[in-house]
């Protein structure tokens, strides 16, 4: 079941540029989580944002949630080649009398050095 | 540092035959969970398991089975391997309670290949 859905599905940027990506989501959530993974490996949680956050921030990266809108965003300020990975938002989901975590497809950042 | 490892980092297995596949992690979690991820469709729910002997299906469970008799270890377990199972498999852990509002640590996956 496809819940969250990042956009673009990839971003090629220079180092030190600002990247955004974007997840949209169909039903209401408790929370929206972003993870990383780099290329061949597990994913790597970056941030979890509750529904009755707006904003958040931790490190380089701001979060926002917009739960009218029913999406959020993901900045990263001053990137670095290091960054160049693959973004999921992962969104909580109510099914069958159980909750569960249903990831995005993913979106592919490209940092040039 | 929290982790959580899998056995094997490539496998590579021929079809109809049984293969295990493992994860530790060494957090104490009483969550875990095995996923597979394919290009295009992202990562999908095989099984959770939220406490010892207990484990729950998930998306695409068809195909797959799972044990878990030590706190640390959820083993999947393919019992007659298919081509269409070739993927990267990945296994997460979280703390308990409502573990969607918990942040899940992943390992580094195991890219399985069917022959």
């Known amino acids: 079941s496809q819940q969250g859905e990042e956009d673009p599905q990839a971003l090629s940027i220079q180092e030190g540029e600002n990247a955004t990506m974007n997840c949209s989501y169909k039903?209401?959530?408790?929370?929206l989580q972003w993870y990383r993974q780099n290329s061949g490996r597990g994913l790597v949680h970056l941030i979890l944002?509750?529904?009755?956050?707006r904003e958040k921030h931790s490190g380089r990266l701001r979060v926002t949630l917009d739960t009218s809108k029913k999406s959020s965003s993901l900045l990263i300020t001053a990137s670095r080649a290091a960054d160049t990975a693959s973004y999921f938002c992962?969104?909580?989901?109510?099914?069958?009398?159980?909750?569960?975590?249903?990831f995005g497809k993913g979106m592919k950042l490209t940092v040039n050095p | 540092d929290v982790k959580v490892t899998q056995s094997s980092r490539y496998l590579v297995k021929r079809t109809g035959e049984k293969v295990f596949l493992e994860c530790v992690q060494d957090?104490?979690?009483?969550?875990m969970f095995w996923y597979r991820q394919d290009p295009g469709l992202g990562l999908r729910l095989i099984y959770f398991?939220?406490?010892?002997?207990?484990?729950e299906k998930g998306d695409i469970p068809e195909g797959y089975s799972v044990s878990r008799e030590k706190k640390e270890r959820f083993s999947l377990i393919l019992e007659s391997a298919s081509t269409n199972q070739t993927s990267m498999y990945l296994c997460?852990?979280?703390?308990?309670?409502?573990?969607?509002?918990?942040?899940?640590?992943f390992g580094p996956g195991t890219r399985l290949t069917v022959l």
């Open positions: 997460a852990s979280s703390l308990p309670g409502f573990f969607t509002y918990n942040e899940q640590f």
């Open positions: 039903t209401s959530i408790n929370n």
């Open positions: 944002i509750r529904s009755n956050e």
């Open positions: 992962a969104t909580d989901v109510s099914e069958g009398g159980s909750e569960k975590l249903v």
């Open positions: 957090m104490d979690h009483e969550n």
């Open positions: 398991s939220y406490d010892v002997k207990m484990k």
